[in-house]
């Protein structure tokens, strides 16, 4: 088994594929105008807009804009060099600037246009 995808569910995805593009500096694929991908090295961030779920046999099984349990985590090579360049570009929605926590990650934590958690962080030398 390979671990391959993160799906997020929107209402509108014009405005995550612009975000993921930007902080992540990679091209999403749109593959409709329901369905678009971010493919990086390790895993791929897949965006589907709500009239997807109907295809898996329901609206009701996913809620956009509320997750409240899940964090995507980017492994970056200086966190600190990302949150300069991120800075203005997310404002009030950086909730933590970059800290170096007890387990060794340098990690910066902010929030994506949907409200969900997104974490950049870089490995450190204890």
Do not use: C
């Not at 409240?68 to 060099?81: G, K, N, R, T, Y």
């Amino acid at each position: 088994m390979k671990f391959a995808s993160i799906r997020i569910i929107t209402a509108d995805i014009q405005p995550l594929i612009a975000f993921y593009e930007q902080i992540t500096g990679l091209s999403i694929i749109q593959h409709t105008a329901d369905f678009a991908e971010l493919h990086t090295s390790s895993i791929v961030l897949a965006i589907g807009s709500t009239r997807t779920l109907e295809l898996f046999g329901g609206s009701h099984l996913a809620v956009p804009t509320s997750n409240q349990s899940v964090i995507l985590e980017f492994l970056v090579d200086d966190v600190d060099a990302e949150y300069h360049r991120l800075a203005d570009l997310l404002g009030d929605d950086i909730v933590q600037k970059p800290t170096t926590m007890p387990w060794g990650n340098r990690s910066m934590l902010f929030r994506d246009p949907d409200g969900n958690l997104v974490n950049f962080f870089t490995p450190v030398a204890r």
